[in-house]
Nanobody, 120 residues
Framework: QVQLLESGGGLVQPGGSLRLSCAASGSIFTLNYMGWYRQAPGKERELVAAITSGGSTNYADSVKGRFTISRDNAKNTVHLQMNSLKPEDTAVYYC??????????????WGQGTQVTVSS
């Protein structure tokens, strides 16, 4: 079993910054793809940013130039640095990962989510 635990959400004013972190633990052999998704009220969950085990990244157009995804393979963590936040960034942010477990099963896992609210 693998757990993803997000942290770093909160309330921030427009133009402010937050840094989200996601720590993976459990029966991990390797972490492959890792990503951040978000879901605003009444909207579908959408990909925000993703990073491969080799460090290749991709971003939603709406966050390019403002958000940066990074990972620490030694610590099984992924981060999302969010700058110049806008009210439309308000959502629950979820960590997602493809994990090769110690039993050599490749599975996809979700965290429970962390709330980000951008408001004055």
């Amino acid at each position: 079993q693998v757990q993803l635990l997000e942290s770093g959400g909160g309330l921030v004013q427009p133009g402010g910054s937050l840094r989200l972190s996601c720590a993976a633990s459990g029966s991990i052999f390797t972490l492959n793809y890792m990503g951040w998704y978000r879901q605003a009220p009444g909207k579908e969950r959408e990909l925000v940013a993703a990073i491969t085990s080799g460090g290749s990244t991709n971003y939603a157009d709406s966050v390019k130039g403002r958000f940066t995804i990074s990972r620490d393979n030694a610590k099984n963590t992924v981060h999302l640095q969010m700058n110049s936040l806008k009210p439309e960034d308000t959502a629950v942010y979820y960590c997602n990962a493809d994990v090769l477990t110690r039993s050599r099963s490749l599975d996809n896992y979700w965290g429970q989510g962390t709330q980000v609210t951008v408001s004055s």
